[in-house]
């Protein structure tokens, strides 16, 4: 007797969990499905979307200020956040003046940039050359450049944050409104929500305070040795911070063509123009970041590349510095859902197998009575 109830309880069991996976395996679809859509509006609505995210994270960057008046000044909230909008569009404008003016010097200058880049395959050949190697024309990537790419590109790049900035009215706006509907509270706002601002808002101070060292310390040490369009290196070294991994390596190799070529360099000067500022970006992303910024994003560098990929094909270059703080979001909350935590532990890189979840069997009458009987 006992046997019969036991072997009903597990059919019982069994049947109950199949539909609890076709439910899974729906809500994925769904969730795919959703994504596709969300995507193309995205894409479509870009134009108010990226001043509306950025006005978001400038918020976040710029709320402990608000805090610290309210809490220690006893300024009242909206005395404090008038002053920190102030604070915010003084901030814009400055930023504004500097990607203009090292727009301009790189206009002026593109053309002879791209003859230094165009001559960098002879200059590594030449040199392979001494030392013994011979590397067929294949091998050598930089020797397909086309004439324009690299300075049309860089240019391409500047002019598209000054287009973002020139949109300061619209992002001031979306500030001002964001500011204003926030309370202030000594405590951190619990739940979900206050999860994410304490994410964005140390990722998004971290990443100010490191990429404007990095900028004037790689500024600082090009000037220092007299090498062209150290500005604009500099201000490169700050955008590109914003952008994990492969950032820093693009902003160090960008001086390349400029230090090697330039007559006024000694060798010696040249190595060092080229390796301190290879020596800040390492330093200050593998172990000054990491130390201010601990965990709090909890992402696999693989998801932050793909990320990058995807933001980048919807926003562009603004949509590849704010990929990873997107991503942060949509991790914390996917996570807050039984059936789609798995995607936000594969996002944190958590690879191990999560318990499929059967439902606990809830005895009926009928199922009551025979156990009875």
Request: aromatic share 10%; proline share 6%.
């Amino acid at each position: 007797m006992a046997h019969g109830i036991t072997a009903r309880t597990r059919l019982w069991c069994r049947d109950m969990a199949l539909p609890h996976q076709e439910q899974r395996l729906q809500t994925v679809c769904l969730l795919i499905l959703t994504s596709l859509a969300v995507a193309l509006a995205l894409y479509w609505l870009r134009s108010a979307m990226v001043p509306f995210v950025l006005a978001l994270f400038f918020s976040f960057a710029l709320a402990p200020f608000v805090d610290l008046q309210v809490r220690y000044l006893r300024l009242p909230s909206t005395l404090a956040v008038t002053a920190t909008l102030v604070l915010g569009f003084f901030l814009l404008t400055t930023l504004a003046a500097v990607v203009s003016a090292s727009v301009s010097e790189l206009t002026a200058n593109a053309v002879s940039y791209q003859e230094q880049i165009e001559r960098l395959p002879l200059y590594i050949d030449t040199l392979l050359r001494s030392w013994g190697i011979r590397t067929p024309e294949v091998f050598n990537p930089v020797a397909f450049i086309q004439p324009g790419t690299v300075g049309s590109m860089v240019i391409s790049t500047t002019n598209a944050v000054l287009g973002v900035l020139s949109q300061g009215t619209l992002v001031m706006i979306f500030m001002f409104f964001l500011m204003a509907g926030r309370t202030v509270d000594p405590a951190m706002p619990a739940g979900v929500w206050g999860e994410i601002e304490f994410s964005i808002k140390r990722y998004v101070l971290t990443k100010m305070v490191t990429s404007g060292a990095t900028g004037v310390l790689v500024w600082l040490i090009l000037t220092s040795f007299g090498v062209d369009l150290a500005e604009v290196f500099g201000l490169f070294a700050f955008l590109l911070h914003f952008i994990p991994n492969i950032g820093s390596v693009i902003a160090t190799l960008l001086p390349l063509p400029v230090v090697l070529f330039d007559p006024d360099l000694s060798s010696t000067s040249a190595t060092l123009a080229l390796l301190l500022p290879a020596v800040v970006q390492f330093t200050i992303g593998n172990f000054v970041e990491p130390r201010l910024m601990g965990t709090s994003l909890d992402l696999h560098p693989v998801a932050i590349l793909l990320a990058l990929v995807v933001w980048g094909a919807l926003w562009g270059i603004v949509g590849m510095l704010l990929a990873t703080p997107i991503t942060a979001v949509m991790k914390i909350l996917v996570e807050k859902l039984d059936l789609t935590a798995p995607m936000g532990a594969l996002m944190a890189g958590r690879f191990e197998t999560y318990p499929r979840a059967v439902p606990t069997p809830v005895r009926r009458e009928d199922d009551k009575k025979d156990a009875v009987g």
